[in-house]
């Protein structure tokens, strides 16, 4: 039997949110449901944003799934304002005793003090230096970063111990770390990818109700174009049925932005993304459900994900393979690189710190 739905109270409205309900995590041995007691004012409420604060105790994440370009990245925050809500990363949040649903981006988890925790961890003697992701799991320029500054503490390091950083994002949070990613990239040391799922403006609000408009992300590539940052245009997810058949238009509007690459990623919807998505194609696009659920799984081999390497990414059967040739098709008429130069990682080198011994040469 599954778990009764923990609804937001009566009068409150999750206005600019992109999950329908709040589901009860799947580690949780009791269901909650809220109701009306009469205690509370009747009046209309907006359901706001929480943040809680996490003393971090690692900086550094590591993983050696054969799906990804990376082995370690970094995560600021837990849980992601943008409200996304095809989001991946959303049923790690049942792993905090938090719902995917609205929790997931109603209730977040700032990291303050990871800088310090990087820096010990990069001192380390068994440290390995190799690219490092930001941006893997949530956004690290979601709108919280405004206030806490996780994500720049985490770049003053990096840049402190000339260590590579590739940064996955749509928060234009990131043109006021411009001036450092500049420097990095002029060394090698940086590139960036930029969230693009549709050019469709009322579609997009819907989708991703609290990340920039899809022109404003075109602008923020420009921006980071032109002052010398690699920039790779990310189209993902590509949603069978509804915002596929822009492939090729979002190339070419990033290419015409700056960006120098491109790649792409089909839908996935794993665990509680699935219902949480599907709720949301019925109460937004009924009328496209229907095919874009059966399109997916014809992606999956008949169900909703299938999570097994090689195939995640991209799906299976004729769909995957219709969408991969209409890639190459695309990123040769415009000039687009699949894989940028690598990074350098020769210049990384512990800074000296206060009373450490002077090296003789």
């Known amino acids: 039997m599954e778990k009764p ?5 009566p009068g409150v409205r999750p206005r600019g949110r992109g999950a329908l309900g709040n589901a009860v995590g799947r580690f949780e041995g009791n269901a909650r449901e809220a109701f009306e007691d009469g205690w509370q004012p009747h009046e209309d409420r907006v359901l706001r944003t929480e943040v809680r604060l996490e003393v971090p105790r690692s900086a550094i994440s590591y993983s050696t799934s054969p799906d990804l370009p990376f082995d370690r990245s970094i995560n600021p925050y837990r849980g992601c304002e943008h409200g996304c809500i ?15 649903g609205l929790d997931f981006e109603t209730k977040l988890i700032a990291r303050p003090g990871i800088g310090a925790v990087l820096e010990r961890e990069l001192r380390a003697k068994s440290y390995k230096v190799a690219v490092m992701a930001l941006g893997t799991n949530t956004d690290p320029y979601q709108p919280i970063e405004a206030e806490y500054g996780v994500m720049r503490e985490v770049l003053d390091v990096l840049r402190a111990f000339n260590h590579p950083v590739a940064i996955t994002t749509k928060g234009t949070l990131i043109e006021r770390d411009i001036d450092l990613l500049a420097d990095m990239a002029a060394q090698g040391l940086c590139r960036v990818g930029i969230s693009v799922t549709t050019l469709d403006a009322d579609l997009s ?21 032109d002052a010398g940052i690699p920039v790779r245009a990310m189209i993902s997810p590509m949603i069978p049925g509804l915002t596929d058949h822009e492939l090729e238009p979002i190339m070419a509007a990033a290419r015409d932005a700056g960006a120098t690459a491109a790649s792409y990623i089909a839908l996935r919807l794993p665990r509680e993304v699935s219902q949480l998505f599907q709720d949301w194609l ?44 209409r890639f190459r098709v695309a990123v040769d008429r415009l000039g687009l690189a699949v894989k940028l130069p690598p ?7 512990p800074p000296a710190r206060a009373g450490d011994q002077m090296t003789l040469f």
């Open 282 to 325: 019925a109460e937004h696009v009924p009328g496209q459900a229907a095919k874009v659920m059966g399109r997916v799984r014809q992606l999956h081999g008949g169900m909703d994900y299938d999570p097994a390497f090689g195939k995640r990414m991209r799906g299976d059967g004729p769909w995957a393979d219709l969408m991969a040739r």
């Open 5 to 9: 739905i923990s609804t937001i109270m």
């Open 86 to 100: 095809y989001c991946f990363a959303r049923p790690s949040h049942a792993f905090l005793n938090m719902s995917p």
């Open 343 to 349: 990074m350098r990682c020769d210049l990384f080198a």
């Open 205 to 225: 609000r819907k989708m991703e109700p609290r990340a920039a408009s899809p022109k404003r992300r075109l602008q923020v590539i420009r921006r980071l174009a």
